[in-house]
C-alpha cells in the first residue's frame, strides 16, 4: 500500500477515508495519531494489527466538544465539565463511564456477526475501543486540522499515538511515516506538534480523581479545579510483580530506544558533571543533554543531542521523542540523558524518560 500525505487543504480526502472505514495518520497537538472511526469495530481493528498493539490496550476517543459527552458516557461528574471547560479543547484525556447500551443496541449487536462487525451495526462504542472495560477515555484535541476532521467525519475518532507499539510517540510527520509507511492509506500532515508529549490522563470515575498518566495539561493546573488529586504509582515507579498501573498501556515497556538509557536527575550542573565522569567518550556513548552542557559533551565522538534549555521543560518535552528516536539512527550501545524535576510539565517529560530507561534513574 502506498501512504500518501495529505495537506491542509485535503482533510476532506482523510475524512472520506475515515468514513470508509480507513485508517489514517492524524495530527494532535501533542504527538501525532492512527485515527480510525471510533464507532466502527473493523475500522478499530485494523488500528490493533496496524500498531502491532495488545488487544487489552484500551483506545481513546477524540471528540468535537464536551457536548458530545452526553452521547458516549454515563454518570458524568460535575468535575468533567468543569475540567472541560478549563483546558478543552486541550492535552487532556479524562476517563469516564462508557454509556450503557440500550435493549435495542444489545438486541442488534445479538443479531449476528454481520451487524456487529461492520459499521451498519449500532452506532455505540464497540469493545474494540474499551477492550472490554466499562469505561472510556474522551479526549478533545486542540490541533486546528484534527478538530476540522472531526467536524467533517462527525463522529468521534479513535486514535492511540501512531507508533509502532514499543516504539516513542511520532511528533512530526516524518516520524509518522517512519513507522507507517506502506501501511495505512494516509497521514494528513499539521507540522510538527507543539505539546511533544501526550495528553495528560484523568481518572473520574474512582472516589477521587486519579492521575494516570502526566502530559500537556500539568498536574498543579488539575488541582487548581480539583483541589486533591490521586497519582497512579506507576507514574513515578516501576511496577512491581503483581501491580498494575490503572491505563492499561502504561505497563508496557515505552518509548525504549535500542540502547539502555540511563536518566539523571537532580541540578543541572551536578547532573552533566555526574554523566561527564561516568560517560565512555567513545562513539558508544550518547548523551542527551540540556542546551547549556552541549558544548561541554561535544568534544567526543558519540552523538549528543540538545534536549532544550535546561529552564525551558516545555521544549524538553516537544524534543524528547524526536531525541530518542534520533539516537536509535546511531549505533551508540547506551545513552546518558539528563532529566528534569517534576514541576510542571517536568512530571510527563520525567515520566517518558523513566520508562525510555526502565526506571534506570541517578539521582545526583
Ligand atoms: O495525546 C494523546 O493522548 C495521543 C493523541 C494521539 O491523542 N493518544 C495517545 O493514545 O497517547 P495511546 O493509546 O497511545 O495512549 C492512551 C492511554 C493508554 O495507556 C491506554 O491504556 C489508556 O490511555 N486508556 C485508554 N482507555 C482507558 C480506560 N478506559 N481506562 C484507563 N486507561 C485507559
Ligand atoms: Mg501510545
Known amino acids: 500500500m502506498k501512504t500518501r500525505l ?10 472520506e477515508i475515515i468514513c470508509a472505514g480507513g485508517l489514517v495518520g492524524i495530527p494532535t497537538e501533542t504527538v501525532y495519531g492512527l485515527g480510525a472511526d471510533g464507532l466502527n469495530p473493523m475500522a478499530v481493528r485494523s488500528i490493533f494489527q496496524a500498531k502491532g498493539r495488545p488487544q487489552d490496550n484500551p483506545l481513546i476517543l477524540h471528540i468535537w466538544s464536551k457536548d458530545w459527552l452526553e452521547r458516549y458516557c454515563d454518570d458524568i461528574p460535575e468535575t468533567a465539565f ?4 478549563e483546558f478543552w479543547p486541550g492535552p487532556l ?17 445479538k443479531t449476528g456477526p454481520i451487524s456487529s462487525l461492520t459499521h451498519f451495526g449500532p452506532r455505540v462504542i464497540p469493545d474494540e475501543v474499551t477492550a472490554g472495560l466499562d469505561t472510556v477515555g474522551m479526549r478533545c484535541p486542540a490541533h486546528p486540522l484534527c478538530r476540522l476532521l472531526i467536524r467533517m467525519v462527525d463522529c468521534p475518532i479513535a486514535a492511540p499515538s501512531g507508533n509502532t507499539s514499543g516504539r516513542p510517540s511520532p511528533t512530526t510527520v516524518q516520524h509518522m511515516l517512519a513507522d507507517m509507511d506502506g501501511k495505512i492509506p494516509a497521514i494528513l500532515d499539521g507540522g510538527p506538534c507543539n505539546v511533544g508529549v501526550e495528553s495528560t490522563i484523568i481518572d473520574l470515575t474512582g472516589a477521587e480523581p486519579q492521575l494516570l498518566r502526566p502530559g500537556g495539561i500539568t498536574l498543579e493546573q488539575l488541582q487548581t479545579v480539583l483541589g486533591r488529586v490521586a497519582v497512579d504509582p506507576a507514574v513515578t515507579r ?5 501491580e498494575s498501573p490503572r491505563a492499561p498501556g502504561m505497563k508496557y515497556r515505552h518509548y525504549a530506544p ?4 540511563t536518566a539523571v536527575k537532580g541540578e543541572p550542573e551536578r547532573g552533566a558533571d555526574y554523566i561527564w565522569n561516568h560517560l565512555s567518550h567513545t ?11 552541549v558544548s561541554l559533551f561535544a568534544g567526543g565522538e558519540g552523538p549528543v543531542l540538545s534536549l532544550g534549555s535546561a529552564a525551558d521543560k516545555g521544549e524538553q518535552a516537544r524534543r524528547l521523542f524526536d531525541a530518542l528516536r534520533a539516537m536509535d539512527d546511531t549505533d551508540v550501545k547506551r545513552i546518558w540523558a539528563q532529566c528534569p524535576d517534576d514541576s510542571g510539565i517536568g512530571l510527563a517529560v520525567s515520566n517518558r524518560l523513566n520508562k525510555a530507561a526502565g526506571f534506570h534513574v541517578v539521582e545526583v
Request: aromatic share 6%.
Open 238 to 242: 516501576q511496577m512491581e510483580k503483581g
Open 258 to 261: 535500542k540502547a539502555p538509557v
Open 93 to 109: 484525556t479524562m476517563i469516564l463511564k462508557c454509556k450503557r447500551r440500550s435493549p435495542e443496541e444489545l438486541m442488534a449487536l
Open 283 to 293: 562513539r558508544w556513548d550518547g548523551v542527551i543533554c540540556f542546551e547549556e552542557f
Open 6 to 15: 495529505l495537506n491542509l487543504h485535503e482533510v476532506d480526502k482523510a475524512a
Open 82 to 85: 468543569q475540567l472541560a471547560e
